[in-house]
C-alpha cells in the first residue's frame, strides 16, 4: 500500500509450500522490486567518504519515504544501512519495512538494530515514528562523519553511558575522521534528532 517513490515496492505475497530435507513445508514469502544498487552498507563498508550533498540529497529522500509511511499509520521500525537499497542510478529506497505485531500477554517485542536503536525501543520495544526519526538520524550521522553515532550498544552499562553523554558532534567527529565541511548547524539538527528524549526530537 506504500506507493511511494522511494520505497522499495512490495511486488507479490502469499504462502507456498516447499520441501525441506523431503518434508512439505508451508512458508511466506515477499517479491519485492529488484535494486541492482546494492545497499547503503555497500557504501558505507568501503571507508570512502560520501559527498556531503549526496548524503543529503539521501537524506531528504529517505525522510521523504517515512514520513509518507508515517502519515499512513506505518513505522519502518527497523531502519539500518541494509533497510536502504538502490537502483542503478543511485536512488535510495526504504525497504524491509518491520510490521510489529501486538506483543505477546505478559512480554514484549524489541524490534530493531542496536546501533540504530532509540532509548525507548529498549524499554518498550515498541516502534514509533519518533523512534525511526532516531534511527534516520544515527545513519545520517554516519553517512556525514564515517562513525556511527554510539559503539557497544549490545551491551547494557555502555548504552546506559551513551545515552546518557549524546553523541560526540557530527562536526567534531566528521573532523577527527578527516572529514571537513559539516556545519555545526548538523550537528544541532542531529543531536536533537538523536536525543534520549523522544518528546525533545523533531515532530
Known amino acids: 500500500q506504500l506507493r511511494h517513490p522511494h520505497v522499495c515496492q512490495v511486488?507479490?505475497?502469499?504462502?507456498?509450500?516447499?520441501?525441506l530435507e523431503g518434508a512439505a513445508t508451508v512458508t511466506s514469502y515477499l517479491c519485492l522490486a529488484f535494486m541492482d544498487g546494492g545497499s547503503l552498507t555497500d557504501r558505507l563498508e568501503t571507508g570512502e567518504p560520501i559527498d556531503l550533498r549526496q548524503a543529503a540529497e539521501w537524506i531528504v529522500r529517505l525522510a521523504s519515504a517515512l514520513e509518507f509511511a508515517h502519515r499512513r499509520g506505518m513505522v519502518h521500525g527497523d531502519l539500518k544501512p541494509s533497510a536502504i537499497v538502490f537502483d542503478a542510478d543511485a536512488h535510495p529506497y526504504l525497504?524491509?519495512?518491520?510490521?510489529?505485531?501486538?506483543?505477546?500477554?505478559?512480554?514484549?517485542?524489541?524490534?530493531?538494530?542496536?546501533?540504530?536503536?532509540?532509548?525507548?525501543?529498549?524499554?518498550?520495544?515498541?516502534?514509533?515514528?519518533?523512534?525511526?526519526?532516531?534511527?534516520?538520524?544515527?545513519?545520517?550521522?554516519?553517512?556525514?562523519?564515517?562513525?556511527?553515532?554510539?559503539?557497544?550498544?549490545?551491551?547494557?552499562?555502555?548504552?546506559r553511558r551513551n545515552f546518557a553523554t549524546g553523541p560526540?558532534?557530527?562536526?567534531?567527529?566528521?573532523?577527527?575522521?578527516?572529514?571537513?565541511?559539516?556545519?555545526?548547524?548538523?550537528?544541532?539538527?542531529l543531536a536533537r534528532g538523536l536525543s534520549s528524549d523522544a518528546g525533545a526530537r523533531y515532530a
Not at 511486488?11 to 520441501?19: I, K, Q, R
Not at 514509533?128 to 538520524?137: H, I, V
Not at 575522521?177 to 556545519?183: A, I, Q, S, T, W
Open 11 to 19: 511486488l507479490d505475497f502469499g504462502s507456498t509450500s516447499v520441501e
Open 95 to 159: 525497504t524491509d519495512f518491520s510490521v510489529t505485531p501486538n506483543p505477546p500477554a505478559g512480554g514484549q517485542w524489541v524490534a530493531g538494530t542496536p546501533a540504530y536503536m532509540a532509548p525507548e525501543l529498549w524499554q518498550v520495544g515498541t516502534p514509533s515514528a519518533l523512534s525511526d526519526q532516531f534511527a534516520l538520524a544515527a545513519l545520517a550521522y554516519y553517512l556525514v562523519t564515517g562513525s556511527r553515532p554510539f559503539e557497544g550498544q549490545e551491551q547494557p552499562e555502555i548504552r
Open 168 to 189: 560526540i558532534p557530527a562536526h567534531q567527529e566528521a573532523e577527527h575522521n578527516g572529514r571537513p565541511g559539516v556545519l555545526r548547524g548538523v550537528s544541532a539538527v
